[in-house]
Each structure stands twice: as structure tokens, then as C-alpha cells.
């Protein structure tokens, strides 16, 4: 689907998700990824995502990722991506004027890029808001910047799964260390007996757009292929985080994380 209209609507309402095509020309994405590989090791800036790396691996494809798409630069490739089509689209979605809140590249490299375990986005943006922003003011566009398969860990979707409502979640350590929120793998078991799961496997240029409370998560790349992937998050356009709540919010995570870290060393047999 390219086109969006009444029935791409019904199906988004079903399915908590719709699938478009060719959001991006595919030879723009190729200039994008060449762009991130020259940029990866210089281009992180992680002060404002909440899944931080801890200093466990040596494997780098796993952990690094570009968020500061500095699209002011006219060197910058990202600048040329039609962003106005894109939030026209999510706007239409989400039944009300989006503007993108954060954008994000994940490199998901060839034979090391992680999992990403199962979960609803909106658990991470939450507390950020407080109760005037529910889920429905975000949106989330993923867009695969190389052809996404199976064995390279695309993205899987738990069709229908947005119509549970919020899922309790857990925080977990991954094993690369990096801190992500999770649902409960006994409740991801119950409800993909009733949802679909739907492994996307989405074609270079083509995304994905889903809502905040729709279930999914990824495999690792065990493939020889770079399974880049960008992300736009959108929010209402009268909405913005309250600094406040998302100051609170990150340090109530910080010392979760200080827990589990802890409890990991406590574990550890003597030297
Ligand atoms: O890259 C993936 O497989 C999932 C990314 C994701 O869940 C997210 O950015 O919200
Ligand atoms: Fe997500």
C-alpha cells in the first residue's frame, strides 16, 4: 500500500498497525546508509533516550545508533527525506495534527545487531506526559533503510495486540547490557495463542506505521546483511513532555538500573 484513504484507516484501527510503501526512494536510502556508516562512531548522542549502554561488550554493531540526525547541514542526507509526507500520513493515522518528537537510526548490523525484546512503546513515554497525553496523541513510523528479513531480525508485529490496552511491563538488562522494558514472556505466550504474530518482512524505502500500544519487538540479525532501520516518533503537535515529569520518570530508571546492576554484581563469586 502507497496510498492511504478510509479502508488503509479501518485496517490501521483493526490491526494496530498498516504497512506503506516506498516512503523513502530506496537509492536515497542507500546514500542514508552509507551516511550512517561514516558517521556511526562520531554521531551518537544519547543524552535524551533512555536505553543506555553499559560497558559489557566489546561488540559495537549491537549498541550504536545515530540520534542526532543534524539535518541542518546540507551535507546531511537525512535532510532530503520528505518528512511533510511522512506526518501527513501519521497525522491521518492518528486522527490529529503529529509533529515528529524524536528521531533515531539502530544500525542492526550483519551477524551481531541485538534483539529487541517485546514491548509497547507508549511504556516508555508515559510518565514523561502524565495523564494528558495518552497514547493515542504518538504515533511511531519505522522505516526500513535495507530490506528487512526474518533471518536478519525484522521487525515482528503482534497484530490486533493494541485492543489489550496497556500491558504491564518489566525492566530488564539485555545481554548486552542495555536497560529496555519488557513484557512478561508467560503473557507474550497467552496472547499470541488469540494476536498474529507478523514478522514484516518490509522492502528497502517501505515502513511501517503503528500505535504506541501495539505489542513488538525483533530477532537478532544472525544474517551477512545490515538490517539498518530508522525511526520517527511523532506526538500531537500541542503536546510536549512535561521536563519535569521526564526528569522524575529518568531517575526512578536510573536507580532500577542501579538495582539490577548491583544485585548482578552481588551475584558474581568471589576473585
Ligand atoms: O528495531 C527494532 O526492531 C525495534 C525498534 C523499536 O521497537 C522502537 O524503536 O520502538
Ligand atoms: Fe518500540
Do not use: W
Request: a negative charge.
Amino acid at each position: 500500500m502507497k496510498y492511504l484513504d478510509e479502508s488503509a484507516l479501518n485496517k490501521y484501527r483493526e490491526d494496530g498497525y498498516i504497512v506503506v510503501d516506498d516512503i523513502i526512494d530506496p537509492s536515497l536510502c542507500d546514500t542514508l546508509n552509507e551516511y550512517v556508516q561514516k558517521n556511526k562512531s562520531t554521531n551518537v548522542d544519547r543524552t535524551k533516550e533512555i536505553d543506555k549502554d553499559f560497558p559489557f561488550s566489546d561488540i559495537l554493531g549491537t549498541k550504536v545508533f545515530i540520534n542526532t540526525l543534524d539535518e541542518d547541514s546540507t551535507s546531511n542526507p537525512f535532510s532530503l527525506i520528505n518528512y511533510g509526507e511522512i506526518t501527513r500520513k501519521a497525522s491521518f493515522l492518528a486522527g490529529q495534527s503529529m509533529t515528529p518528537s524524536f528521531k533515531k537510526v539502530y544500525l542492526k548490523s550483519a551477524f551481531q545487531g541485538d534483539c529487541e525484546v517485546y514491548h509497547q512503546d507508549y511504556e516508555y513515554h508515559m510518565d514523561k506526559g502524565g495523564a494528558t497525553h495518552p497514547f493515542k496523541d504518538y504515533i511511531q513510523c519505522f522505516i526500513a533503510l535495507e530490506d528487512h528479513t526474518a533471518l536478519g531480525g525484522c521487525l515482528n508485529i503482534m497484530r490486533g495486540s493494541h485492543k489489550r490496552g496497556r500491558i504491564p511491563h518489566d525492566l530488564v538488562m539485555t545481554r548486552n547490557g542495555i536497560s529496555k522494558l519488557t513484557i512478561n514472556p508467560q503473557v507474550l505466550k497467552e496472547l499470541s495463542e488469540n494476536d498474529d504474530f507478523q514478522p514484516l518482512h518490509l522492502k528497502k524505502g517501505s515502513c511501517v506505521f503503528f500505535s504506541y500500544i501495539t505489542v513488538h519487538g525483533s530477532a537478532s540479525n544472525s544474517s551477512p546483511f545490515d538490517q539498518t532501520r530508522m525511526v520517527v516518533e511523532y506526538m500531537g503537535e500541542s503536546k510536549r513532555h512535561d521536563d519535569e515529569k521526564t526528569k522524575t520518570f529518568l531517575s526512578r530508571r536510573r536507580k532500577q538500573e542501579r538495582g539490577i546492576l548491583q544485585s548482578m554484581l552481588d551475584s558474581l563469586p568471589p576473585i
